[in-house]
Every structure is written in structure tokens, then in C-alpha cells.
T-cell receptor
Framework: DAKTTQPPSMDCAEGRAANLPCNHS???????VYWYRQIHSQGPQYIIH???NNETNEMASLIITEDRKSSTLILPHATLRDTAVYYC????????????FGTGTRLKVLA | DAGVIQSPRHEVTEMGQEVTLRCKPI?????LFWYRQTMMRGLELLIY????????DSGMPEDRFSAKMPNASFSTLKIQPSEPRDSAVYFC?????????FGEGSWLTVV
């Protein structure tokens, strides 16, 4: 599975959009991009995933560049409860698979 | 719906003792994962099962660790004998083949 690179930390003002980048320059055509977050002391929580097209759900939006080498997770109106570590993961769509977590981005939402 | 259920939530044990962590995956999920999380090493995949069969155990640290899945609704991770360096949060997760869902973790302290 391709490796991902994320900034170690980011701050965001409450009510503003939080844009979390992820680089996955070695991604293959059959690999999805997944985003999870981990709020302190809890298990990682699924947010969103995509293959080629941009995706949106009730939690966030995922923007994937046309060459698929990078993506951005957007939390449109960040709240204090969005403070967490956000993980970007790529994994294959076929065969045996593993979710390999990197170090993620520690997002702090400021009041 | 009940999520992934892990027990115990917290355990403190003495070095040399056997530790058994338990996991009940989400009903209908056919893949199960065990992860370990520490400050130093982050979130590491230990082993995963597909249809109750271990597929990849390359992340299991050493022979002191073993995992079983006797049926589709139960798995155990056993450490025997335990050592202080095994202190960590152990997460179980399950999936139907795409998104994985995590339990709340078992916090293990070996003194």
C-alpha cells in the first residue's frame, strides 16, 4: 500500500473550515483514500473515503486531486469536539488488505 | 447497532502473568483486526483474520503473543508471559471488506 505524508499538527479557529492535507504521491489506481480520526482515549473513527471523485458526507468533504497524488479533508465548520488526530490512509481495493496508520495530523480547534 | 465490543476496558497486571483480551466484532462482519497503540510506535496492526482464518500475523511482536478466532463472533488476543513493554492500548476492529470500525480499546498496564 502507498505511503502517506501529513503535517504533524494544525490549528483551526472554531467555526472556520479545517483543511487537512495528505500527500500520497505513490498511490496506485486501485487504492482508495480513507480518513479516520481519533479523539483522545477513543478508538479511531471512520470519516470518509474516496477513489477518484470528490466525496461529501455529514461529517466532512474529501477533495482528491486529478492526478490522485494528494487529497484534502475539509471539516466545513470546525467545533471544539473536532479536536483529534486525523489519519489519512491508502489501501488497495482488492485482495488481502491492511489499514496501515501513519502518525496523522493533530488538529486543535481553538475557541 | 452495537459496535465492536472489547473487554476488559482496563487491566493492570503483574509482569509474568497471562493476559487475555477479548473482542466481539460487529455482527455480519467477516474481517477482524487487532491493533496496538503506544506513544512511541503509534497504531500498529498486529494481526487480521478473514472468515475466522488468520491472514497476516506479521505484526505480532513475538511468540508471547497469540490470537485466535474460534467463531465469527469472538476473538482473543493473549499475551503470555506479559512484560512491562506490553503496556499499551489494544484495539480490535471489524469490517465487511471496506470500512473498518474500531472498538473503544483495552488499556493494558503491566507492572
Amino acid at each position: 500500500d502507498a505511503k502517506t505524508t501529513q503535517p504533524p499538527s494544525m490549528d483551526c479557529a472554531e467555526g472556520r473550515a479545517a483543511n487537512l492535507p495528505c500527500n500520497h504521491s505513490t498511490i496506485s489506481g486501485n487504492e482508495y483514500v480513507y480518513w479516520y480520526r481519533q479523539i483522545h482515549s477513543q478508538g479511531p473513527q471512520y470519516i470518509i473515503h474516496g477513489l477518484k471523485n470528490n466525496e461529501t458526507n455529514e461529517m466532512a468533504s474529501l477533495i482528491i486531486t486529478e492526478d490522485r497524488k494528494s487529497s484534502t479533508l475539509i471539516l466545513p465548520h470546525a467545533t471544539l469536539r473536532d479536536t483529534a488526530v486525523y489519519y489519512c490512509i491508502v489501501r488497495t481495493t482488492s485482495g488481502t488488505y491492511k489499514y496501515i496508520f501513519g502518525t496523522g495530523t493533530r488538529l486543535k480547534v481553538l475557541a | 447497532d452495537a459496535g465492536v465490543i472489547q473487554s476488559p476496558r482496563h487491566e493492570v497486571t503483574e509482569m509474568g502473568q497471562e493476559v487475555t483480551l477479548r473482542c466481539k466484532p460487529i455482527s455480519g462482519h467477516n474481517s477482524l483486526f487487532w491493533y496496538r497503540q503506544t506513544m512511541m510506535r503509534g497504531l500498529e496492526l498486529l494481526i487480521y483474520f478473514n472468515n475466522n482464518v488468520p491472514i497476516d500475523d506479521s505484526g505480532m511482536p513475538e511468540d508471547r503473543f497469540s490470537a485466535k478466532m474460534p467463531n465469527a463472533s469472538f476473538s482473543t488476543l493473549k499475551i503470555q508471559p506479559s512484560e512491562p513493554r506490553d503496556s499499551a492500548v489494544y484495539f480490535c476492529a471489524s469490517s465487511t471488506g471496506n470500512t473498518i470500525y474500531f472498538g473503544e480499546g483495552s488499556w493494558l498496564t503491566v507492572v
